[in-house]
């Protein structure tokens, strides 16, 4: 069974918006590094964003820089991407996904290999011109 549970995934015309949701156990989400992925068919897996939950550290791809902010509510165990005027490149299945608690790796490292940490199922974003 999926960790981390994404929601908030839909179709919508270019320039709209969406907020995705992450959420997940408090075992989980403390003091760790949470983000974004996003892959589309026959395409390399790209991050997106992440934040580390108990400290000021976000990052942004470029891509997204400007458009898309990370942000997370503790009383909910729930990492947000809020994304604003998408575009149809934007169109992907967005993963949520989490470092392990305690690792040794930075989110920098872990965002570079994220395979044997924790993910959720998905949600799909499309985004049409």
């Known amino acids: 069974q999926a960790q981390l549970s994404e929601s908030g995934g839909g179709s919508v015309q270019a320039g709209g918006s969406l907020r995705l949701s992450c959420a997940t156990s408090g075992y989980i989400y403390a003091s760790t590094c949470m983000g974004w992925f996003r892959q589309a068919p026959g395409k390399e897996r790209e991050g997106v964003a992440y934040l580390h939950t108990a400290k000021t550290l976000t990052y942004y791809t470029d891509s997204v820089k400007g458009r898309f902010t990370i942000s997370q509510d503790n009383a909910k165990n729930t990492v947000y991407l809020q994304m604003n005027s998408l575009e149809p490149d934007d169109t992907a299945m967005y993963y949520c996904?989490?470092?392990?608690?305690?690792?040794?790796?930075?989110?920098?490292?872990?965002?570079?290999?994220?395979?044997?940490?924790?993910w959720g199922q998905g949600t799909q974003v499309t985004v049409s011109s």
């Open positions: 996904a989490a470092r392990t608690p305690r690792h040794p790796s930075t989110c920098s490292s872990w965002f570079q290999a994220p395979e044997s940490h924790y």
